[in-house]
């Protein structure tokens, strides 16, 4: 039988949240998770065996199957509940999406829906230990030091997770799921949504391996869109089609930037990861450091079949003598072109045809001399770059004069916080994107203006980060069942 109560698309950590508190509220709903990518225990990246990204068939292991883009992350579950250090502080939610959801709800719920989501990731084998909550007078002077620079350093919490314990953790969820009555569809990609007098009906979906077979159509009452950064691009399209309220988002374009552990030791020790966010003198964009990984690896994703984007990760046990974060500019654009999703592919489609496919990488002190980073350059290198398939060339070509500028800039405000930010040996991969598609406009129920139809997550630009993803799930449910 076709019909279900609830079908959600996208078992990322949204998409999971949601079906988890739906089997927490109402054991007797029927419930289908459609996922396009594999079951977890099948999910694999070959790029440290083959040394570079071989392009997994049909769709990338690190972004797609069950928890999504969550399954090779980091896991560094950000407790943005507990960064109010004083009543009254602003709660810091991470990018756009945090502020879309501060619309509708106030600090007290979000912080009891985040403690809540903590709670959960707790017993399913969270890391008890928080980091970035010992030395507050040291990580005070930091920031005042920062402050001088134009600096604003945002400390929160967080739980390290490391990439293997992530998979831990989100196969235990899965099990727990799938036991508890979930029906869950792995290998679908769902084509289009059945939309009849402006009321969702169903979804429409496929076998991922064969993209020419006939779709199958899914019935449900209410349809819950959870499609992540992977779906970003699909989920534009089908907001085009159907008429789906957006707003236009932004685009956040940057590089992957990696520097020894040493530069990084004391912000490693006392934050784990430090949020720098500055606004650039020559154009004032906002320009911020996101993802930090302490002894850590970057590494490869691939989008839309062909596109590769950089990004990276750390291991709970497995370490390396670099750091590496993002460093993330953002893009808005309003007239006559409105289509940052479509800006930031071409310069992810520009970076990648430079570096034959994959990623481009190029020191520093190159930039600065006006020259491209050649192989021999990086084997003699202070700092080994942990991207071994990363190719040695000349970003600069690729990314746009403002972007560049405003990274430049950027950089040098930082090493006058953190000594040697700006050595010239440090690497800079590209393309490191954010896509972030338009966001799709919800109410105070994540309902779009489609009835029945529901957009949570990072896809449609609601969240941007494991704990708001799935928190947002949570949320959703309890939306759902009210
Ligand atoms: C390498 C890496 C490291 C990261 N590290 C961290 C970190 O340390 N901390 C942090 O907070 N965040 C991190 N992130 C980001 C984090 O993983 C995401 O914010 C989070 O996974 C978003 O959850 P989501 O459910 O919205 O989407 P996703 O996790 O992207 O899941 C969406 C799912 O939907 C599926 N899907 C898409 N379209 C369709 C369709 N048409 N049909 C069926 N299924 C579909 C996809 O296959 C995917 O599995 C990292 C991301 C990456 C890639």
Known sequence: MNKFDVIIVGAGPSGIFCAYELTQKNRAKNILLIEQGK?????????????????????CNITC??????AFSDGKLLSYHLSMHNDGDEMYLGGNGGSYIKNYYSNRDIKDLLTYTDNVYLNFG??????????????????????????????????HLGTEKSQELYTKLQDYLEKNGINIMYDTTVKDIVIENGTAIGVQAYSSYDKDAQTTTYYADKIVMAVGRKGANWLSN???????????????????????????????KLLYEGKFIARTSTYGDKVRTFCQNPSGFVSAEVYKDSLTLVNGHSYK??????????????????????????YGINVAENVNKLANGGILVQRLGDIYRGRRTWQKDLDTN??????????????????????????????????????????????????????????????????????????????????????????SGVQMARNLIQ
């Open 317 to 342: 046990d497995k370490k390396s003598k670099n750091t590496n974060l993002a460093i993330l500019v953002s893009h808005h654009f309003n007239y006559p072109f409105n289509k940052p999703l479509e």
């Open 65 to 70: 199957g069950f928890s999504g883009a969550g």
């Open 126 to 159: 969270a890391e008890p230990h928080l980091e970035g909550i010992e030395h507050r007078d040291e990580i005070i002077k930091l920031q005042t030091k920062a402050k001088k620079e134009k600096l604003n350093l945002v400390d929160i919490p967080l739980r």
């Open 238 to 268: 089908i907001c085009e089609k159907h008429n789906i309220k957006t707003e236009v988002g932004s685009v956040d374009i940057g590089v992957r930037y990696e520097l020894s552990d040493e530069v990084m030791e004391k912000v490693n």
């Open 382 to 471: 202070k700092l080994e770059p942990t991207l071994k398939s990363a190719v040695a060339g000349d970003i600069t070509y690729a990314i746009g004069y403002r972007t560049m500028t405003d990274i430049l800039e950027f950089i040098k405000s930082v090493d006058k916080v953190v000594e040697g930010f700006a050595n010239p040996e440090n690497l800079l991969y590209a393309p490191e994107i954010k896509f972030y598609s338009n966001t799709v406009v919800v109410d105070k129920n994540f309902e779009t203006n489609i009835k029945n139809l529901y957009s949570i997550g990072d896809g449609g630009g609601l969240t941007t980060g494991l704990m708001m993803a799935s928190a």
């Open 39 to 59: 079951n977890i225990k099948q999910r694999a990246c070959p790029i440290e065996k083959a040394n570079k990204c071989v392009k997994c068939q049909p769709y």
